[in-house]
């Protein structure tokens, strides 16, 4: 069955960087994209970018240039997305979900979710 | 702010119907998705493209879209549907994704 498991809570201080890994399993890991969104506490879910694991091009949401970078590793089939200049604002929870990638968003499995807390 | 927008709440009957509504320039062009997500859990996508479910989402969830709105109905609310549900679509470039606020389903 298909699965996608994230790494650990994080806690940060403003100004690191962190990196989330998700692991894919139960499906042929290069014919799905890569999609990371984030949920800050008590609020609605929120795009932050796109990867294709087979070549590693990414497309990333504007509000993110510059801070945010997602590769993958077919090897292990795990992709990974690291934000840096962490503020107290990304503080949020951090899914990826898989996707065809096709011109409609089918994000149809999604991992657990990685807590993020960048306090000080 | 969003590119796409819903209605932040909305309340049913148990088994009655709701249509929750998503409004963007970019869904003249382009079909969205559908998301449920109950607290502390990940989302559920219930709808996508023209009016598809994926398999295990029940029958009574409905999709379309006219113009710039596209539409999530519920056909006999049950209380289970007590969730936020969020749409997806391209936004105006077509390169990048943009969620809705959400909506908070309420079953009465």
């Known amino acids: 069955q298909v699965q996608l498991v994230q790494s650990g809570a994080e806690v940060k201080k403003p100004g690191a960087s962190v990196k989330v890994s998700c692991k894919a399993s139960g499906y042929t890991f290069s014919n799905y994209y890569m999609n990371w969104v984030r949920q800050a506490p008590g609020q609605g879910l929120e795009w932050m970018g796109i990867?294709?694991?087979?070549?590693?091009?990414?497309t990333y949401a504007q509000k993110f240039q510059g801070r945010l970078t997602m590769t993958s590793d077919t090897s292990t089939s795990t992709v990974h997305m690291t934000l840096s200049s962490l503020r107290s604002e990304d503080t949020a929870v951090y899914y990826c979900?898989?996707?065809?990638?096709?011109?409609?968003?089918?994000?149809?499995?999604w991992g657990q979710g990685t807590l993020v807390t960048v306090s000080s | 702010s969003s590119e796409l927008t819903q209605d932040p709440t909305m309340s049913v009957a148990l088994g009655q119907t709701v249509r929750l509504t998503c409004q963007g320039d970019s869904l003249r062009n382009y079909y969205t998705s559908w998301y449920q997500q109950k607290p502390g859990q990940a989302p559920v996508l219930v709808i996508y493209?023209?009016?598809n479910r994926p398999s295990g989402i029940p029958a009574r969830f409905s999709g379309s879209s006219s113009g710039n709105t596209a539409s999530l109905t519920i056909t006999g609310a049950q209380a289970e549907d007590e969730a936020a549900y969020y749409c997806?679509?391209?936004?105006?470039?077509?390169?990048?994704?943009?969620f809705g606020g959400g909506t908070k389903v309420t079953v009465l």
């Open positions: 493209g023209k009016n």
């Open positions: 990867i294709n694991p087979s070549g590693g091009a990414t």
């Open positions: 997806c679509a391209r936004d105006s470039s077509g390169d990048h994704l943009v």
């Open positions: 979900s898989r996707d065809l990638g096709t011109v409609t968003p089918q994000l149809d499995y």
